[in-house]
């Protein structure tokens, strides 16, 4: 039996690395068709069987990539925390998809993580 050269396996664990980290999605340019600050009651703690509840804000996004929106939700990190100014109806925003996620891209540069919730297919107008 011929034993393989350790460099030789080196030399193919370097190349490979790089591939084995996926693909970086390129931004994309949506439409933002809707934005609300909603709230949801968190359990704090039980009082003889009573739950005891605070209101925990979120924000839900929809934006329209081609003939798709895709529902997302973001949890703030604190209760005074807001979305970028330009982030409107109806402004464009640069997008990232991965498997559950949209990354929207800031005007620093920066992105913002959203949960994604739905896909919704857009009906094409017919004239």
Do not use: C
Request: aromatic residues 10%.
């Amino acid at each position: 039996m011929r034993r393989k050269s350790p460099a030789l396996a080196l030399i193919l664990f370097i190349l490979a690395v790089p591939f084995s980290w996926g693909v970086q999605h390129e931004y994309v340019s949506a439409k933002i068709v809707d934005e609300q600050r909603k709230t949801r009651e968190k359990v704090d703690m039980y009082l003889v069987n009573t739950p005891i509840t605070s209101a925990v804000p979120y924000f839900e996004i929809t934006v329209r990539l081609d003939q798709t929106d895709y529902v997302a939700e973001y949890t703030p990190r604190h209760s005074e925390e807001d979305l970028p100014e330009s982030w409107v109806v109806g402004a464009d925003v640069s997008v990232r998809m991965e498997k559950h996620a949209l990354f929207l891209k800031r005007s620093d540069g920066s992105e913002m993580r959203w949960n994604a919730l739905k896909r919704i297919p857009v009906k094409a107008k017919v004239e």
